[in-house]
């Protein structure tokens, strides 16, 4: 079992910056790919950012992409999502995920049930 807690969010305006934290612990050696996702209210789950076990390879969607970065942390089993350029349509629950499959090209595209772990997640609002 792979316990992952996140921390970071808040509230910050249009165009500001936030860093979300995920720290995993337990059987890590089971969070071969850590990722972001979130959920807006009355919206489903969506993919944000994945990362590989060396933080070598990296992933995003679109919607981010050239705004967000996610990277390892410099503590072990941790991971971090530097968000700048925030929009108010970024606001959403953020909850970090695990899972034991490796990285691979199509990675981006797995749903969110695919993955084993979760946190609890930790809200972002961006006001305009």
């Known amino acids: 079992q792979v316990e992952l807690v996140e921390s970071g969010g808040g509230l910050v305006q249009a165009g500001g910056s936030l860093r979300l934290s995920c720290a995993a612990s337990?059987?890590?050696?089971?969070?071969?790919?850590m990722g972001w996702f979130r959920q807006a209210s009355g919206k489903e789950r969506e993919f944000v950012a994945v990362?590989?076990?060396?933080?070598?390879?990296?992933d995003y969607s679109d919607s981010v992409k050239g705004r967000f970065t996610i990277s390892r942390g410099s503590a072990e089993n941790s991971m971090t999502l530097q968000m700048t350029s925030l929009r108010p349509e970024d606001t959403a629950h953020y909850y970090c995920?695990?899972?034991?499959?490796?990285?691979?090209?199509?990675?981006?595209?797995?749903?969110?049930?695919?993955?084993?772990?979760w946190g609890q997640g930790t809200q972002v609002t961006v006001v305009s």
């Open positions: 995920a695990a899972d034991p499959s490796p990285f691979h090209p199509g990675v981006a595209h797995r749903p969110p049930s695919d993955y084993d772990y």
């Open positions: 990362i590989s076990k060396s933080g070598r390879y990296t």
């Open positions: 337990g059987r890590t050696s089971s969070a071969n790919i």
